[in-house]
């Protein structure tokens, strides 16, 4: 197999630099515009619940992940308790323990916010025609097999 030039391989990361993370930043923008206009949550309370949705079930948890620290993620924990989206519930072997997790609101506010995140990506990419989509996705699974791969 032949090993890809110096030229294209530099031709290549700089389309990567133009490319991924301008589409990332408008995909995660709509994401975040829904969560905050539509839905009336914070930024930070949308990652609370993505994350708690992802495993996170304590303050300390969603802390460590969230690189915030467990006043202001108790604040905000606080405020989606308040809202019916996150339930607490107490360990009965270690009071120290609450463990949080998502109530049917909340996993339905999450499916509603990447419902709609889908819905619009489905909308900018209908305009490809098919075979565009089928090299959209080899080349997705060949960056995330280049960059993501142990």
């Avoid at 391989?9 to 133009?18: N, P």
């Avoid at 995909?27 to 992802?54: C, N, W």
Wanted: aromatic share 6%.
């Amino acid at each position: 197999m032949p090993t890809p030039s110096d030229d294209i391989l530099q031709q290549t990361i700089d389309r990567f630099w133009e490319t991924v993370p301008p589409v990332w930043n408008t995909v995660r923008s709509r994401v975040r515009s829904a969560a905050t206009q539509e839905f009336d949550i914070t930024v930070e309370q949308f990652h609370i619940l993505r994350h708690i949705r992802r495993g996170a079930h304590s303050v300390s948890e969603l802390a460590d992940v969230g690189r915030i620290s467990r006043p202001a993620i108790s604040q905000a924990v606080e405020a989606l308790v308040n809202k019916g989206l996150v339930s607490r519930t107490q360990s009965a072997d270690d009071r120290r323990y609450v463990r949080l997790e998502l109530t049917q609101d909340g996993s339905a506010l999450l499916d509603e916010i990447f419902g709609q995140a889908r819905q619009w990506m489905k909308t900018k990419l209908s305009a490809f025609q098919p075979d565009d989509l089928q090299a959209i996705m080899a080349g997705l699974v060949l960056l995330k097999e280049a960059f993501c791969a142990e």
